[in-house]
């Protein structure tokens, strides 16, 4: 397990009773570097969306704990995010609640002459993701493909 891996999982499993407590889902954490600085980002979502008010009361409760545990070698920042309309699909549960939903994926190389695909999410496996179209037809791609895989923005 790479450090990066390590500090997210950890991350998960202490903030994870925090969140819970509060009626929120964690939706994912992330450590990563931008601009030459690392960040440690939690994505929190409930039913009816996330408020800044909710960010900031985890973002306070667990801060209290990684100045305890101190687990993490490098200086970064933390912050508590909505995961936002166009949410990654990363999870078991996230695929699992946006069965019959449409959703964008983009892959890593052309698939007949295309990198992005939109349909309606009709499968998954832990290999594969099937979307219907309009049309009725079907394509099932190889998880191995996606780059990205996110429920359509609707404007």
């Not at 999982?9 to 889902?25: D, K």
């Not at 450590?31 to 900031?56: F, H, N, S």
């Not at 993490?72 to 936002?84: K, L, M, Q």
């Amino acid at each position: 397990m790479s450090r990066r891996e390590e500090y997210e999982s950890r991350t998960e499993e202490l903030l994870e009773p925090i969140v819970s407590e509060a009626g929120f889902e964690l939706v994912d954490v992330e450590y990563v570097k931008e601009a030459g600085t690392w960040y440690l980002r939690a994505y929190i979502d409930k039913p009816g969306g996330i408020t800044v008010d909710d960010c900031e009361a985890v973002s306070r409760r667990f801060s209290d704990i990684l100045d305890e545990k101190d687990y993490i070698e490098d200086s970064y920042i933390f912050e508590v995010s909505s995961p936002g309309l166009g949410r990654p699909l990363k999870k078991e549960k996230d695929f699992q609640r946006s069965l019959g939903e449409d959703v964008e994926i983009r892959t890593y190389r052309p698939i007949d002459g295309q990198k992005e695909f939109e349909g309606a999410l009709k499968a998954f496996d832990k290999n594969t993701v099937t979307i219907a179209y309009e049309d009725d037809a079907e394509q099932i791609f190889q998880r191995s493909e996606i780059a990205l895989i996110r429920l359509a923005l609707d404007f």
